[in-house]
């Protein structure tokens, strides 16, 4: 019994220890698994750290390829302004945005190069059998001298004015002083611009023209000099400065511009037409360089734009407008601007709402395109200084590739015989201006105005005005609609500033601009009447807006009615000065930045 009992406990013992060998072997095999898993995990970690410079290398390898081998969009706005509205579009058609500008043009209801119904209307300006010849009413010993102001367009308008005015006052006019002094300093008399000879000829019949003023008792004539209001009248004339002709016998208007009402009867409208468009031409010189910039402009197109575009600094810095050049263009026009101390503070967001800024060169693109010219058309842009410059320009250019001037289409050796002379340089700019297929401009100055009313005068050729008081706000708000929706409005806005017969109600506006007295209608317009009420009636209301818009541009007219510029005169200086004429002294060069 005891042995067995032994036997058993020896065979627990041995047991027990078995199981303890056992777990001793599982406990060594799990130390050695674990310790082989942490040997492979930490191989791998670091393979995976050995590899990320590798990776990090390649990666900045593939960034400097992209960065080289394809350029970002914004590459394409380096050359643009930051306050660019063709950069925004870049970079709103970049971001997927709805307002893409087209290539192309697109189509209109109407040709692009042509107005409708212009055939229907012609130039008129005979006499009637009413009106009295220079031999039956011309008195002897009375004599009207006037000197003009302003650069060449708005001399012009006081040529054509003073041959009226000498017809009212039935006196003899000597040819007409050109402004030296101004704003322009063009030394160029009469005869260097204007073909003196036949302005005397053609206008024989209606007033006697001579070149200088005859000696009075062997010794120089020494004229009344006076002024009078603008938009003076016939009665005006014959109250205010007749008696004054009649007791001096010879009289010198001062600063001869817009001094004659745009109210006259029809016989003294159809003389300023004879004045204007068929007595007053340029010299031969000039006239055939400007045949010759025309033709190498026909030689690139066939049809080509002229572009009158006023973007100087001196007359941005006059309006008061902003363009979004932030501190830089306030503080450089500012500067300018404090040359006028008559000048009242502007407000340059009310000046844009109202119509009275320029357009910038890249509005007038984007306008020209929505009206339906492709990026193929050629421009012929008449300019002087523009402000910015280059940079200014390029959104246009990048709109408009074909970009001409004077001075692109022609060597400085040819333009040499001009180039010192700002007014015979404008005579060229006038010359291409009036040839071209469409007149455009970015503004309502007097250029503008004396080129549109020729070109109504003859045969009504397309002469686009920005309707800015409206446009304005389409600028503005275009980035929230697409650019069908942008073009359809400006389509719209535009009707009745085309250049389109009747777009102006006769009486409304400048004279100059828009001569209706001397406008005639073809027979047979009647057959269309009634396919054209519609049209007229729209041409009717946006008459209204071109009216308004007129006002609003028009420096000229409204802000500075009766008032007079004083570049190096002093009123006080002028003894002979008519006490009965309103006059008041004005800070220099006020009116002239207009005058072209």
């Known amino acids: 019994m005891m042995l067995t009992n032994l036997k058993q406990l020896m065979f627990s013992l041995k047991m027990k220890r078995k199981k303890r060998e056992r777990n001793n072997i599982l406990l060594h095999g799990s130390n050695d698994i674990c310790v082989e898993l942490n040997w ?59 307002f893409q500008v087209p ?65 009212i006052l039935n006196a003899t006019l000597v040819v007409p002083r050109l402004d030296q002094r101004s704003y322009w300093k063009d030394a160029s008399g009469f005869a260097e611009i204007f073909n003196v000879d036949r302005f005397i000829s053609s206008l024989s019949r209606d007033v006697k023209i001579i070149k200088e003023l005859p000696l009075k008792g062997g010794q120089p004539w020494i004229p009344r000099r006076m002024a009078v209001p603008r938009k003076c009248n016939e009665r005006c004339y014959q109250t205010r400065v007749l008696p004054v002709l009649t ?24 003389l300023r037409c004879r004045v204007n468009y068929h007595a007053l031409t340029f010299t031969d ?56 101390k008559a000048l009242h503070a502007s407000n340059p967001e009310k000046m844009r ?37 280059e940079e200014t320009l390029a959104p246009l250019k990048a709109l408009f590739r074909n970009f001409h001037s004077k001075e692109t289409i022609a060597t400085e050796a ?64 275009r980035n929230n609609m697409t650019w ?4 359809t409005k400006v389509q719209a806005f535009q009707v009745g500033f085309m250049g389109a017969p009747k777009e102006v109600k006769p009486g409304r506006g400048e004279f100059h601009e828009n001569p209706t007295s001397c406008i005639c209608e073809t027979t047979g317009t009647e057959t269309i009447q009634k396919e054209t009420q519609e049209e007229d009636h729209e041409n009717d209301n946006n008459g209204r807006d071109t009216a308004e818009v007129n006002d609003e541009q028009d420096p000229i007219e409204e802000d500075l009615d009766w008032i007079e510029d004083d570049y190096s005169d002093n009123i006080k200086d002028l003894p002979d000065t008519d006490s009965n004429v309103l006059t008041k002294q004005e800070q220099p060069e006020v009116e002239e930045l207009f005058s072209d």
């Not at 593939?62 to 050359?79: K, R």
């Not at 189509?107 to 009106?131: E, I, P, V």
């Not at 469409?438 to 020729?454: K, L, Q």
């Not at 069908?484 to 073009?487: D, G, I, T």
């Open 285 to 340: 010189p000039i006239l055939d360089m400007g045949k010759l910039l025309v033709e190498r402009m026909r030689m690139k197109a066939k049809h080509f734009i002229a572009l009158h575009l006023r973007f100087e600094p001196d007359m941005l810095a006059f309006t008061g407008c902003y363009y979004g050049g932030g501190d830089k263009e306030r503080r450089e026009l500012g500067k300018i601007r404090r040359r006028w």
């Open 353 to 389: 709402r109202q119509g009275r800024c320029p357009l910038t060169p890249e509005e007038i693109g984007l306008m020209l395109r929505a009206l339906g010219f492709g990026s193929d058309v050629h421009i012929y842009v008449a300019s002087g200084e523009v402000y910015g410059g």
């Open 484 to 487: 069908e929706e942008f073009a």
């Open 40 to 98: 492979i995990l930490w191989r791998k970690r670091h393979r995976i750290f050995s590899l990320v410079p590798f990776v990090s290398g390649c990666l900045i390898l593939l960034l400097f390829a992209v960065s080289v081998f394809s350029p970002p969009p914004a590459a394409n706005l380096l050359f643009l302004p930051p306050h660019s509205l063709v950069r925004k579009e870049i970079a709103a058609v970049e971001s997927n945005a709805v």
């Open 103 to 167: 290539t192309s043009g697109g189509d209109l209801d109407r040709g692009l190069w042509s107005t409708s119904r212009s055939k229907l209307y012609y130039g008129c300006s005979n006499a009637s059998n009413k009106f009295q010849t220079a031999d039956m009413k011309t008195y002897p010993n009375r004599y009207l001298l006037i000197s003009t102001s302003g650069g060449l367009n708005q001399q012009r308008t006081g040529i054509v004015d003073s041959v009226v005015a000498a017809y």
């Open 414 to 477: 040819e333009l040499a015989p001009f180039s010192s002379f700002s007014s015979r340089m404008a005579a060229l700019d006038y010359i291409v201006c009036d040839e071209s297929d469409v007149f455009v401009s970015n503004n309502n100055g007097n250029m503008v105005r004396m080129i549109a009313g020729r070109r109504r005068y003859f045969g009504h050729k397309p002469t686009i005005r920005p309707n800015a008081k409206k446009l304005y706000k389409l600028f503005m708000a």
């Open 247 to 270: 007791k001096k016998q010879a009289i010198e208007l001062r600063k001869f511009d817009y001094r004659l009402s745009n109210r006259l009867e029809t016989d003294l409208q159809k």
